[in-house]
Nanobody, 123 residues
Framework: QVQLVESGGGLVQAGGSLRLSCAAS????????MGWFRQAPGKEREFVAA????????SYADSVKGRFTISRDNAKNTLCLQMNSLKPEDTAVYYC????????????????WGQGTQVTVSS
């Protein structure tokens, strides 16, 4: 079992940056592919980015490609999401999640979830 706790959210102006972190418990962190999802008010939760267990392969939603970077440190059981050039439409609750297979963009394929962290981008 994996427990996930996100941090790093906050209020930022458009064009600014934030770095989200996700701390994972358990000794099997590296065996899970990890992902970031987000949910804006009144919208469904959507895929943002994913990274393989060893960290060598990443994938991104088109809406964040070139602006966001997902990374992980398996020695520290930590997942990160560096968000640059933020836009008001990036405002959402951001969740980290763990999956037993890489490349999954559907939330149904993720087994463990954090509680979420709020990101608000003002115009």
């Amino acid at each position: 079992q994996v427990q996930l706790v996100e941090s790093g959210g906050g209020l930022v102006q458009a064009g600014g940056s934030l770095r989200l972190s996700c701390a994972a418990s358990g000794r099997t962190f590296s065996s899970y592919a990890m992902g970031w999802f987000r949910q804006a008010p009144g919208k469904e939760r959507e895929f943002v980015a994913a990274i393989s267990g060893h960290g060598g392969i990443t994938s991104y939603a088109d809406s964040v490609k070139g602006r966001f970077t997902i990374s992980r440190d398996n020695a520290k059981n930590t997942l990160c999401l560096q968000m640059n050039s933020l836009k008001p439409e990036d405002t959402a609750v951001y969740y980290c999640a763990a999956s037993r297979s890489f490349g999954e963009t559907s939330e149904d394929r993720y087994n463990y979830w954090g509680q979420g962290t709020q990101v608000t981008v003002s115009s």
